[in-house]
């Protein structure tokens, strides 16, 4: 959802980052997300990158196709379980230590990513800086 401040001071919800950290903890890839919901995988980038509104018919599909509850994709999977909003029964400690793996790896992609365009942009800047110097 894009970022804009109304006139009551409210600043809309941005909940495309958690959309891909629950993507990625699913292990599902945008292409798959993109065809369940009948998208381009640019529209689902974009709605991951708040570039982009989201209808609650689409928040409905992706909670289907992530198959965990709409009101989950309001939240950080870093912080659900960190915090033990919604806990891992504690009899299991192999289903914990999964989890707890599968957050990291979540947390590893979405750095990934970011390490990934950040280079990008270092080398686009770099490009414009050596044209200047010409």
Do not use: C
């Not at 970022?3 to 958690?18: D, M, P, T, V, W």
């Amino acid at each position: 959802m894009k970022s804009k401040n109304n006139s009551a001071g409210y600043q809309r919800l941005k909940i495309g980052a958690h959309i891909r950290k629950w993507r990625s903890l699913k292990e599902i890839k945008q292409k798959d997300l993109a065809n369940a919901l009948r998208l381009s995988e640019a529209a689902i980038s974009n709605m991951e990158n708040d570039l982009a509104d989201i209808t609650l018919s689409q928040l409905e599909d992706i909670s289907i196709k992530l198959d965990i509850p709409v009101e989950k994709l309001f939240s950080d999977p870093q912080e659900v379980y960190s915090n033990g909003l919604y806990s891992v029964p504690k009899t299991d400690d192999n289903k914990m230590q999964v989890m707890e793996k599968d957050i990291l790896y979540a947390m590893f992609g979405t750095l990934q990513k970011k390490d990934e365009q950040l280079k990008i942009v270092v080398d686009n800047v770099l490009e414009v800086m050596k044209q200047i110097a010409k």
